[in-house]
């Protein structure tokens, strides 16, 4: 399933883009991408399929997520961003 991912805040620093499309089923699955395509993430963002304290995920703009297990669908659009991100 084709996810695109929007990076705000220091994940937009650490990707060097404001944006992407990735392959994922699940967060976790996401988030492994999205490891593995920019490296930086890891650094201080993401721990293999979990996001690090202080950052957070939001699925199409409507709920915020955390679990690795959570379902995505095709088309969908994750938001990556750290939790002071915009003041």
Same mark, same amino acid.
């Given at each position: 399933?084709? =996810?695109?991912?929007? %990076? %705000? /805040? =220091?994940p937009r620093a650490r990707a060097g883009v404001t944006r992407t499309m990735v392959e994922g089923g699940c967060l976790g699955e996401v988030l492994g991408c999205l490891v593995q395509r920019f490296p930086a993430l890891a650094e201080q963002c993401i721990d293999g399929e979990h996001l690090r304290p202080g950052y957070t995920a939001n699925l199409g703009g409507n709920c %915020?997520?955390?679990d690795p297990t959570t379902p995505l669908n095709? /088309?969908?659009t994750l938001l990556l961003?750290?939790?002071d991100a915009g003041g």
């Open positions: 399933m084709q =996810i695109t991912v929007e %990076f %705000f /805040g =220091i %915020f997520v955390s095709d /088309g969908d961003l750290n939790l």
